[in-house]
């Protein structure tokens, strides 16, 4: 079963428009951490923003926020004032539990943004 | 952010050829990294973790034999693609845990672009 899951392959929106992409997560483990990575074409993954499970508030970096909604297994980003230059393809992911040094990151399928002039 | 150095960013090869990749922490000790490989419009596809002094940890499918890891630092991983066919072109790219600095963000390297001829 997926554990992480983009439903969106690929959206579009105007420029200084906000967007949501989605993404739901499948997990028992209490200590997980959830992450947004952002793939330009050239190919280079950044990390966007965080969010722990047992963060109380949800995480926010300048124009990116995470909507964490932990009942319902959702960690959905929120662009504000869309620029052209965040065109790319949109990563979320999460690492399960207290792994250590070893605990890996597991992808969902990503969702590729456009932003229209 | 922390930052990841992966070289080369580009690589074309004759079949049967080895190709080695490198991937520095520059900033930072990183004593796991990650090799992710990924294939155009998809998401990342884990290959290995790697430890440093010890050796690495291969998910399930992919050929240690043929993707040789090596992890001898705590700033240097390298991965080496050995007697490449066309079928191992592909995006490659490395990640390096930053343990020590807030949330045990994972950071990426640009990637490297194998085709092999």
């Known amino acids: 079963a997926q554990k992480i899951t983009q439903t969106q392959p690929g959206m579009f929106v105007q420029e200084k428009e906000a967007v949501t992409l989605d993404c739901t997560y499948d997990?028992?483990?209490?200590?997980?951490?959830l992450f947004w990575y952002k793939q330009p074409s050239s190919g280079e993954m950044i990390f966007l923003i965080y969010?722990?499970?047992?963060?109380?508030q949800n995480a926010t970096e300048g124009r990116y926020s995470l909507n964490f909604q932990k009942a319902r297994k959702s960690a959905n980003l929120v662009i504000s004032a869309s620029q052209l230059g965040d065109s790319a393809m949109y990563f979320c992911?999460?690492?399960?539990?207290?792994?250590?040094?070893?605990?890996?990151?597991?992808f969902g399928q990503g969702t590729t943004l456009q932003v229209k002039p | 952010g922390a930052v990841v150095s992966q070289h080369p960013s580009w690589v074309i090869c004759k079949s049967g050829t080895s190709v080695k990749i490198e991937c520095r922490s520059l900033?930072?000790?990183?004593?796991?990294m990650f090799w992710y490989r990924q294939f155009p419009k998809q998401s990342l596809m884990l290959m290995a973790t790697?430890?440093?002094?010890?050796?690495?940890?291969?998910e399930q499918g992919v050929e240690k034999d043929k993707f040789l890891i090596n992890h001898a630092s705590l700033t240097l991983s390298t991965l080496t693609v050995t007697s490449a066919h066309p079928e191992d072109s592909s995006f490659y790219i490395c990640?390096?845990?930053?343990?020590?600095?807030?949330?045990?963000?994972?950071?990426f390297g640009a990637g490297t672009r194998l085709s092999v001829l």
């Open positions: 990640s390096a845990r930053a343990t020590g600095i807030a949330k045990n963000i994972q950071y």
């Open positions: 997990t028992s483990d209490p200590s997980y951490g």
């Open positions: 969010q722990g499970s047992y963060d109380q």
């Open positions: 992911a999460m690492r399960e539990g207290n792994k250590g040094n070893t605990g890996k990151l597991i």
């Open positions: 900033d930072f000790q990183a004593t796991t």
């Open positions: 790697s430890n440093e002094g010890s050796k690495a940890t291969y």
